[in-house]
């Protein structure tokens, strides 16, 4: 296993509208590619990574859900392939972060309650109902998929206060 680098804001790859994966390609590269992701993920104390957060153009990310009732065992860990929301219902706004936007925390509004479809690791096709955090970490990485970062969906009113940050923030990042 290894901790991969983690792209960051203003890379042209956390832009890019990532490709379809089709899963008998990947299946090969997947046991060592997801590992390693688990391991960054885990590493920075991340809720999700995405692939190309390592650089990869593949529709795909992990979710790390943390255990609610022990932080310290082991969180379970979703593989979403080619993911897609069926339905949304609720909404809620709760500060979020990101691993390609390293200490920065903004208020984002999302559905707490959606359904839906994507392929596992093993290859198959899961619909699924989620809510709470899991909901929120779903969003959040499909938005990688299609090239959103979450500050996009921050209140414009604070998206100066959002720029200044990132500006200040960004010569720590490695
Ligand atoms: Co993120």
């Known amino acids: 296993m290894a901790i991969l680098r983690v792209t960051k804001y203003g890379e042209d790859i956390l ?9 008998a390609d990947i299946a090969p590269v997947l046991p060592k590619l997801l590992a390693d992701m688990e391991e960054t993920c ?40 080619n993911p897609v929301i069926l339905s949304k219902r609720g909404e809620a706004t709760e500060e979020e972060g990101c691993l390609s936007v390293p200490g920065l925390w903004a208020d984002v ?19 699924k109902r989620m809510r709470g955090l899991l909901a929120k970490a779903f969003q959040h990485e499909l938005d990688h ?9 921050v209140d414009p009113k ?17």
């Open 15 to 23: 832009r890019q509208k990532l490709k379809p994966v089709n899963y």
């Open 109 to 127: 509004t999302r559905a707490t309650d959606i359904t839906v479809r994507y392929t596992d690791e093993n290859g198959e096709e899961q619909v």
């Open 145 to 153: 998929l299609d090239g959103k970062i979450f500050v996009d969906l």
């Open 42 to 81: 885990m590493a920075k104390n991340g809720v999700g990574l995405s692939a190309n957060q390592v650089g990869l153009d593949y529709r795909l990310a992990i979710i790390l859900l943390p255990n609610s009732k022990n932080e310290n065992a082991k969180p379970t860990r979703y593989v979403i392939i």
């Open 158 to 174: 604070l998206k100066p206060e959002v720029k200044k940050l990132i500006k200040k923030l960004r010569p720590q990042w490695d």
